[in-house]
């Protein structure tokens, strides 16, 4: 069965640091990969995902994230976090047949202090 | 244009009593899904509506059941509530032919 491991489960930052986030999947064939945001008591939202083409993708709010296929690694970056990054991050991979149905990671919360 | 629906925002239930969630869409969408987020564990996918008609298992069925009432509606019921039912539900939408899922704003549901 497809997993994904997210390495962290809590990241505590200071505003201005830079951030990489972890994130691995087992499936061996053609994957699309997403990481989502959840702010404090909202759904959801799509920071940047990743289909085909170049590895190094870019999103919202200064976000980017990169794909390693030799090592099934979509780690989530940012050069400088701020206050507002305090949010919940949720990697993300479907196979890009059949039902597309999401397989996401645990989570990884992060705490960005002023 | 509201996107994905649900309601209601929060539910409080007493073991053994059955209620249903609902969730809508307005983007034209075929694919419909519902998720429950529980802490330390992500989001795992309850039911899925591949298109109207259509209803699937995921990977965490037992106790719930589904209708795609339509192409914009989809619920999620749940027969005899358990406290281990205590969770936030997510119900998801995605377009033909895009890979991407748009979720609602969730239900807190709380089963004592």
């Known amino acids: 069965a497809q997993s994904v491991s997210q390495h962290n489960h809590h990241v505590i930052l200071s505003e201005a640091a830079s951030l990489e986030l972890g994130c691995n999947y087992s499936?061996?064939?053609?994957?699309?990969l997403f990481w989502y945001v959840q702010y404090p008591g909202q759904h959801l939202q799509l920071l940047l995902k990743?289909?085909?083409?170049?590895?190094l993708v870019k999103g919202i709010k200064g976000f980017e994230a990169e794909f390693i296929k030799s090592k099934f690694s979509f780690n989530l970056r940012k050069p400088s976090v701020q206050w507002s990054d305090t949010a919940e991050y949720f990697c993300?991979?479907?196979?890009?047949?059949?039902?597309?149905?999401?397989?996401f990671g645990k989570g990884t919360m992060l705490l960005v202090s002023p | 244009n509201a996107g994905v629906t649900q309601t209601p925002k929060f539910q409080v239930l007493k073991t053994g009593q059955s209620m249903t969630l609902q969730c809508a869409q307005d983007?034209?969408?075929?694919?419909m899904y519902w998720y429950r987020q529980d802490p330390g564990m992500g989001l795992r996918l309850i039911y899925y509506s591949a298109s109207e008609g259509t209803t699937d298992k995921g990977e965490v069925p037992n106790g719930y059941n589904v209708s795609r009432l339509n192409k914009r509606e989809f619920s999620l019921r749940l027969e005899s509530a358990a406290p281990s039912q205590t969770s936030v539900y997510f119900c998801?939408?995605?377009?033909?032919?895009?890979?991407?899922?748009?979720f609602g704003p969730g239900t807190r549901l709380t089963v004592t």
């Open positions: 993300a991979v479907n196979r890009p047949s059949g039902y597309s149905t999401l397989t």
């Open positions: 998801a939408s995605r377009g033909q032919g895009s890979y991407e899922q748009y």
């Open positions: 990743y289909f085909s083409g170049d590895p």
């Open positions: 499936y061996g064939g053609t994957v699309n």
């Open positions: 983007m034209n969408h075929n694919s």
